[in-house]
């Protein structure tokens, strides 16, 4: 018997040939001996050689040990973490109908301070291989993974995690680098292509709100052009456009202030003041402090305008009469609240005379009765002493709330004032806190303000307060 052992290059690999006579027995062990003598130990493949034993299979080549190969370690990963997009609490896929404008704001990964946004995965070191001789193979060790905290972002959990620092919108560019930008910027209009906009930070807006598209923002909103019969709130901060056409459906707020050039047919309010480098055309306006139409071009035509402090504009209404109505004196929210207590307190008012008459029906039965009611209406008197009593508490509590309302309101807006630079036309009525004026005539260079508990129409030489 001859036995050739040949080991591949690799020396992954070991082949056998056995030469001997067809008569001759051969044995499993002599075999496995001769492998040994060559060198060969690991991945040895027994049933193999027992299968050339019991075969005899004899002049060919056949493979009896195979090594291990090692496998390469994985390189190390940043794993975004984008949270499944839900359109009020059910997810967009599962709606039977879809808005169109809400769909591109999928794509936008809007992230919280705190939340994480991405996981680092390290490298792995791979696993050893072992070759037909025993020798070990090493491994090729993972790559760590590319990384670059940019901006308002920050390792957590041993470097295992990262968070944004704060409210935003995740960006993960392809160079590794991973930032949160509290800025949202479009290049072009809002419009099905962006879909609505609701982000944590500030938006700024190349072009256009096209009609019937929200954009809110609890930093300021800056738009480049129009905002068409859309609705635009900065919740914290101001908003700022080329103009507002509102279209009669078209609202803008803003916590602090909101700016334009011109205005035309919208709701528009403001914590503090709407400043308007031009015209407001037929619009509901609402500041907290001050609105003021600037230039040559600042004219006031049709609406209702309220203010806090002063409302000022180089023309006021216009020559055809159109009705204009200006409020100030108090907070829009004041007006609206004080509202709401008058007509609470006429409504409380009149249940209780109601009451009061019933009461007084049953009281006259009880002195006909000697102090007593019929059965059935003993219950009803107690209702009707306990509904009157709750009433008089209401009513008081109005009273006293109206009351601090307007003595809160005639010490801070005394000087509350109404300026036309130029000209106050006929069919404008002016309200000053609770006092109102109509004018019907053409005036030039007015001021109106309250003196002695009567509004008062002066002369104006003075400068824009803008």
């Not at 060969?40 to 060919?60: P, Q, T």
């Not at 991405?118 to 037909?132: F, L, M």
């Not at 060790?141 to 308002?152: A, S, T, W």
């Not at 709407?274 to 500041?287: C, E, F, L, M």
């Amino acid at each position: 018997m001859k036995v050739q052992v040949k080991v591949s290059q690799d020396a992954l690999e070991a082949h056998m040939i056995v030469s001997a006579e067809p008569t001759e027995e051969i044995s499993k062990e002599d075999l496995l001996s001769q492998l040994k003598s060559h060198g060969v130990v690991y991945g040895i493949m027994e049933d193999a050689i027992e299968n050339i034993v019991k075969s005899k299979i004899f002049d060919k080549p056949v493979l009896v040990a195979v090594g291990k190969k090692p496998v390469d370690g994985k390189d190390g990963q940043v794993v975004i973490i984008r949270p499944e997009q839900t359109e009020g609490g059910q997810s967009v896929a599962d709606k039977g109908k879809i808005d169109l404008r809400e769909l591109p704001a999928r794509m936008r990964t809007i992230v919280r301070t705190g939340q994480i946004v991405a996981e680092i995965i390290p490298p792995t070191e791979g696993e050893e291989g072992r070759n037909v001789l025993g020798r070990v193979l090493k491994p090729k060790p993972g790559k760590p993974p590319q990384l670059k905290l940019g901006r308002n972002v920050k390792l957590v959990e041993d470097g295992k995690k990262i968070v944004a620092a704060v409210d935003g919108i995740l960006i993960a560019a392809a160079d590794g680098t991973i930032d949160v930008n509290e800025v949202l910027n479009v290049q072009g209009d809002v419009d099905y292509s962006t879909g609505n906009i609701d982000f944590p930070g500030e938006v700024h807006i190349k072009g256009d709100v096209k009609p019937g598209f929200t954009v809110k923002a609890k930093g300021d909103v800056a738009v480049g052009g129009v905002i068409e019969a859309a609705t635009v709130v900065s919740f914290e901060g101001s908003v700022s456009a080329l103009g507002i056409k509102g279209r009669e459906k078209g609202i803008v707020k803003a916590k602090e202030e909101v700016r334009a050039k011109f205005v035309e047919n919208a709701i528009v309010e403001a914590g503090k003041a709407v400043i308007i480098d031009g015209p407001i055309t037929n619009s509901q306006i609402k500041a907290g402090e001050k609105v003021i139409a600037k230039g040559n071009k600042g004219v006031i035509v049709g609406g209702t305008i309220s203010a806090g402090s002063y409302v000022e504009a180089e023309e006021i209404g216009s020559e055809l009469g159109v009705g204009t109505h200006i409020e100030v004196g108090m907070e829009p929210e004041e007006r609206e609240r004080m509202k709401v207590l008058k007509a609470q307190l006429e409504l409380d008012r009149e249940n209780l005379n109601k009451l009061v008459a019933v009461y007084k029906t049953l009281k006259e039965i009880m002195d006909r009765n000697q102090g007593k009611l019929p059965p059935d209406k003993v219950e009803l008197f107690r209702k009707v002493g306990q509904s009157m009593i709750n009433l008089r508490n209401n009513i008081e509590v109005a009273e006293r709330e109206l009351e601090e309302i307007q003595k809160r309101i005639r010490e801070k807006y005394t000087f509350a004032k109404v300026i036309a630079r130029r000209v106050l036309h006929p069919g404008v009525e002016i309200s000053i806190f609770d006092k109102r004026y109509y004018n019907d005539k053409a005036l030039q260079k007015v001021l109106v303000v309250i003196e002695n508990e009567q509004v008062r129409i002066g002369g104006y030489s003075g400068g824009s307060e803008a």
